[in-house]
């Protein structure tokens, strides 16, 4: 199994930009992928963004593609998400979450942001001035 726990929210202003990070723990020796997900107050959760922890590549929507960057640590045990240039309509709570895949079609079905199976806590963003 995996566990995944993430950090940094917080309150900023429209306008900046702000990071959150993801520690991945548990049976890492499995190919897996790691998922920034968010929910906006009444609304449904939406998928962001993921990166493979197990090898390359990484996918973002295309709605947000032009304002957030996946990236992880050198060890691949911590995924980042930078935000930039945030509307106070990216306020929400965000989550990782990560899933084990095997074969292309899962890695493909897990980059876009299918069939989670182990999700953190979430963390609080709201932008407001």
């Known amino acids: 199994q995996l566990q995944v726990a993430e950090s940094g929210g917080g309150l900023v202003e429209p306008g900046d930009s702000l990071g959150l990070s993801c520690a991945a723990s548990?049976?890492?020796?499995?190919?897996?992928?790691v998922g920034w997900f968010r929910q906006a107050p009444g609304k449904e959760r939406e998928f962001l963004a993921s990166?493979?922890?197990?090898?390359?590549?990484?996918f973002y929507v295309d709605s947000l593609q032009d304002r957030l960057i996946i990236d992880t640590d050198t060890g691949k045990t911590t995924v980042y998400l930078q935000m930039k240039r945030l509307k106070p309509e990216d306020t929400g709570v965000y989550y990782c979450a990560a899933r084990y895949y095997f074969g292309i079609e899962e890695f493909r079905s897990a980059l876009r942001g299918n069939n989670y199976s182990y999700w953190g806590q979430g963390t609080q963003v709201t932008v407001s001035s």
């Open positions: 548990g049976d890492t020796s499995r190919p897996y992928v």
């Open positions: 990166i493979n922890l197990s090898g390359a590549g990484s």
